[in-house]
């Protein structure tokens, strides 16, 4: 997950870093009239910097 993804952890959950994996690309696709929360919550997630 990114960093970024971190500050919503529950507090019962550790995020650690690997910091020799490779970079990878994450692609997230979804019907535009999808009006699902969890979806959009995701998406906000991911593509947060």
Do not use: F, H, K, W
């Not at 696709?29 to 999808?34: T, V």
């Amino acid at each position: 997950m990114p960093e970024s993804a971190g500050a919503d952890l529950r507090t019962d959950l550790a995020a650690v870093p690997v910091l020799d994996a490779p970079p990878v690309t994450t692609v997230i696709a979804r019907p535009p009239q999808s009006r699902l929360r969890t979806v959009a919550d995701l998406i906000r997630v991911a593509t947060r910097r």
